[in-house]
């Protein structure tokens, strides 16, 4: 086994790293480590769309696109190297329902109109994205949704409730799903559409996260005219459509990445601390579990290197419970990792904008944030079955 990259790899690598490394430097000051980082301040929305725009210019927001749609069918070990280096700068730029949810997707499930419409934008850096898909009653039971879609001649009427909607105060477009066909079950009378957010009758209400932040929302719709050529795939065949991506990594490396900065950033902490004469570095609880973590950080970015290896080799449906472990890896090391750096910094860690203040009180603020991340996309014990049922062969738990 060969774990080194060609040197065309590393050039790119070093090329993503430099580029990060001065663009991070323009981050506004409340730029954070979340989805809140994104979305929540006007100045970091604007920093994160010129950013995207930067990417954009570059092509490294489509690598592995096929050519025709924005993309240079980059191989999908370039487009891991480039969510490495971006985790652990906590970059900006790229758009987390839109080139790295949506975009597959629409790769496989899209006709050539729509992907001629919405991929150029999205390569470009232009066009940004959110998914409205969970709801009040339906979460890890999505299939269980009811907002609905009723054909009415060259158009859909949609109306029901939304919630969870990560940036869609922020969003130019989102990605729906809603049902088409009532008396089919569960997934099968559901359809997959696209819908620009400024049609009539959609309304967006915030939602407040824990720690202050505007990420999530409510969106309401009332009366919605959706055109039918904006529906993906056949009408009830929305479901397939939605789940379907190919060519892009699964892998979490840039949970990893953003863990190993975060572990570092720690470490220099408890380096230049200094504690009765002594820097915290000398104190033998805190150093065994910052080489506790140091394990973890290093085990799971081999491990995310092991399953995009996986996803190249055997393709995404094969690697299925290896990506879904990894997602538990990643999110519950992120989640211990905040939990670390709030021990070690003790109350003085929860101050902000104070000369009190340490690190600015960011590890309490990760701490609330981390919780949200082993939910979104799929809990952690959703994620688990998948490893069981996909990975283990065991019967499904629902
Ligand atoms: C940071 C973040 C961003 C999000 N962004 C979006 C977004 O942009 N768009 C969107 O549509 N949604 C979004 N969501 C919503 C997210 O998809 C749901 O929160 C998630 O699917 C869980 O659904 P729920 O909150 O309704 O919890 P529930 O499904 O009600 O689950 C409650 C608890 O029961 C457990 N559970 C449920 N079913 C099972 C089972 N079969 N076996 C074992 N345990 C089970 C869950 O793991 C969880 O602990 C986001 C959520 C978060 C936290």
Redesign the pocket.
């Known amino acids: 086994m060969d774990f080194r990259f060609t040197p065309k790899e590393e050039a790119l690598r070093k090329q993503f790293d430099e580029f990060y490394r001065e663009e991070m430097k323009n981050a506004p000051p409340e730029w954070g480590t979340?989805?809140e980082a994104i979305y929540g301040s006007d100045e970091c929305w604007e920093f994160h769309k010129q950013t995207a725009r930067k990417l954009g210019a570059r092509g490294w927001l489509s690598r592995p696109w096929p050519r025709e749609y924005g993309g240079e069918d980059a191989p999908l070990i370039e487009q891991f190297i480039f969510s490495e280096v971006q985790g652990y700068h906590r970059g900006a730029g790229v758009d987390p329902?839109g080139v790295s949810v949506l975009a597959p997707s629409l790769l496989v499930s899209g006709n050539e109109e729509q992907k001629r419409q919405h991929l150029p934008p999205m390569a470009r850096g232009e066009r940004f994205w959110?998914?409205?898909?969970?709801?009040?009653?339906?979460?890890?039971?999505?299939a269980s949704l009811s907002t609905r879609a009723v054909r009415q001649g060259d158009d859909y009427i949609v109306d029901g409730q939304?919630?969870?909607?990560?940036?869609?105060h922020r969003a130019d477009w989102c990605n729906l799903?809603a049902r088409t066909d009532p008396s089919q079950k569960r997934s099968r009378g559901l359809s997959f559409f696209l819908l620009d957010m400024k049609t009539p009758g959609i309304t967006v209400c915030p939602i407040r996260?824990m720690e202050g932040s505007h990420?999530?929302n409510e969106v309401f719709f009332d009366n919605v005219r959706i055109p039918a050529r904006n529906r993906v795939a056949e009408e009830n065949q929305g479901w397939i459509a939605s789940q379907m991506s190919s060519n892009f990594e699964r892998s979490m490396i840039n949970v990893f990445s953003f863990c190993k900065r975060e572990m570092e950033e720690l470490v220099e902490f408890c380096q230049e601390t200094v504690i009765g004469g002594k820097s915290l570095a000398h104190n033998p609880f805190i150093r065994h579990r910052l080489a506790q973590l140091a394990i973890e950080v290093e085990a799971g970015r081999s491990f995310a290197y092991s399953v995009v290896w996986s996803q190249i080799r055997l393709g995404l449906v094969a690697a299925g419970p290896m990506a879904a472990a990894a997602k538990v890896m990643a999110t519950e090391l992120n989640q211990r990792l905040s939990y670390l750096g709030c021990q070690i910094m003790g109350l003085y860690g929860q101050v902000k904008e104070s000369r009190w203040a340490l690190l600015q009180g960011k590890f309490e603020k990760d701490y609330q944030?981390c919780?949200?991340?082993?939910?979104?996309?799929?809990?952690?014990?959703?994620m688990?079955?998948l490893v069981c049922s996909l990975g283990l062969g065991l019967p499904r738990?629902?």
């Open positions: 979340s989805f329902l959110c998914q409205c898909w969970s709801e009040p009653g339906s979460g890890s039971d999505l939304k919630i969870w909607t990560t940036g869609a799903l996260s990420m999530f944030l919780v949200g991340l082993n939910m979104g996309g799929g809990t952690s014990e959703v688990r079955n738990s629902w």
